[in-house]
């Protein structure tokens, strides 16, 4: 997908903890590929990014607890069943 380096950015802060540790620095990056969306004419801009924020945000929360769903949901402060519906609807799957 095109513009997937901004989404790799991204989620390389997803694990970031605390105030100062990059909790601000992908908002830049995030109005850079909003601003590139809208100027391509790209439809569902807000489908894409949420699609790929959720991707980043769940593939890293998978990553951070070992594939254990019922962690990773935990830690995203949604529900098993949420996370689930969500892995299926974006793929995910392995």
């Known amino acids: 997908m095109a ?3 901004s989404t790799a950015a991204l989620a390389g802060n997803v694990g970031a903890t605390g105030e ?3 909790a601000e620095s992908w908002e830049p990056i995030l109005r850079r ?6 100027r391509s004419a ?3 801009v807000m489908d894409q990014l949420t699609r790929r924020f959720e991707t ?3 593939n ?3 990553d951070f607890t070992r594939g254990r769903k019922v962690e990773a949901a935990s830690r995203l402060g949604i529900g098993r069943n949420t996370i689930t519906r969500k892995i299926q609807e974006l793929g995910l799957e392995t």
Do not use: T
């Open 56 to 58: 980043a945000l769940i």
């Open 60 to 62: 890293e929360a998978l």
């Open 42 to 44: 790209s439809p569902d």
């Open 33 to 38: 590929e909003v601003a590139r969306l809208l």
């Open 3 to 5: 513009g997937m380096g």
């Open 20 to 22: 100062g540790a990059g």
